[in-house]
């Protein structure tokens, strides 16, 4: 593939690699460190003039630091003559403030100033995964392509469950309805959903499940799980309203603070989620984690974006 670049960020540079394996690449040379005062400072290894440039940062980890290293990163390949430059961004960063609510009308809307910072660092289009609220594409004015980890969710269920035909996938709460209703139409079973209140951010009052799912296997599906606070409550009243098992398939798995002791007391067969974020710690202490590999689906919207070919193809298939 010529004339084109890819770079890692400092926070999931697993990923990377593996992306640039698919693609047949090296990962391009890179220096990023810190001055004594915390200052970011990068250095890219090799000419990016006229060059097709790829730069794989994921919203994790130091959050802060990473988006501003990717932020640096974007705008030394720009002012260096890249022709043009894409942010792959498998987790965006603050896409849960998305949003003024009824509740504390002062609240930012961040992930928009999110979006007008890359912009203005020059970043020329970006590629994401399952954002929290896909309206986070109308933030931008520069071209968003906002990949699924539902074909490879899919792709888990069908070698992973063996029962999943006498499946029902549930949404922990009403905004992930739309997502289970397709994973449900596309396996030809049964959706319910929980219905919850919550007091303040990172705390649930009370569940309400609306569906029938006693003697089935369960599966929960979100676009991610952060304390677990919601999903450990879901799979209790999943299980009390008589459900035989219980899975939970997240595409971001960000596991913070009391989230895997909270896993490894629930009553879970596995939990799932993809590698948009490391997850090797977090399996070490809990043995229900399970990874599915994203990186294929990653490095073919890479692929097609520089050939100029549809990436529309990837909302419903796992490339080979």
């Known amino acids: ?38 200052e970011t400072c990068v250095e890219i290894g ?15 980890g130091e959050i802060n630091d990473n988006l501003m290293e990717l932020l640096i990163m974007i705008n030394a390949c720009k002012i260096a003559s ?10 965006f960063p603050y896409a849960r403030q998305d949003k003024k609510d009824k509740v504390g009308s002062r609240a930012p809307i961040s992930a928009k100033l999110v979006a007008n910072m890359l912009s203005v660092s020059g970043a020329d289009h970006i590629i994401t995964m399952d954002l ?8 931008f004015d520069i071209p968003v392509d906002n990949l699924y980890a539902e074909p490879a969710v899919l792709k888990w269920i069908k070698e992973n469950i063996l029962e999943w035909k006498n499946s029902i996938i549930v949404s922990p709460d009403a905004g992930g309805a739309k997502r289970v209703t397709s994973i449900a139409d596309r396996l030809n079973v049964d959706f319910a959903l929980i219905h919850k209140e919550r007091k303040k951010a990172n705390e649930v009052d009370r569940m309400v499940l609306v569906g ?20 450990c409550h879901a799979a209790d009243k999943l299980i009390s309203a008589g459900a035989t098992k219980v899975y939970a398939i997240l595409t971001h798995g960000i596991f913070s603070g009391p989230a895997i002791s909270r896993i490894n007391n629930a009553c879970f067969e596995a939990v799932v989620v993809t590698n948009t974020i490391p997850q090797e710690e977090k399996m070490k202490h809990c043995p229900k984690i399970q990874v599915i590999d994203i990186s294929m689906i990653l490095a ?14 990837l909302f419903s298939h796992v490339p080979l």
């Open 1 to 38: 593939m010529p004339n084109i670049k890819i770079f890692s960020g400092s926070s999931h540079p697993d990923l990377s690699q593996k992306i640039a394996d698919r693609l047949g690449l090296e990962l391009g040379k890179v220096v990023t460190k810190k001055f004594s005062n915390q």
């Open 46 to 60: 090799e000419s990016v003039r006229g060059e097709d440039v790829y730069i794989v940062q994921s919203g994790c």
């Open 82 to 91: 890249a022709s043009r430059v894409s942010a792959v961004i498998p987790c």
């Open 132 to 139: 929290h609220a896909s309206q986070i594409q109308g933030f």
């Open 212 to 231: 029938d799912v006693r003697d089935r296997v369960a599966i929960l599906v979100d676009d991610m799980a952060d304390t677990c606070g919601t999903i």
């Open 300 to 313: 073919e919207a890479i692929r097609r974006t520089h050939n100029g070919e549809s990436v529309s193809y």
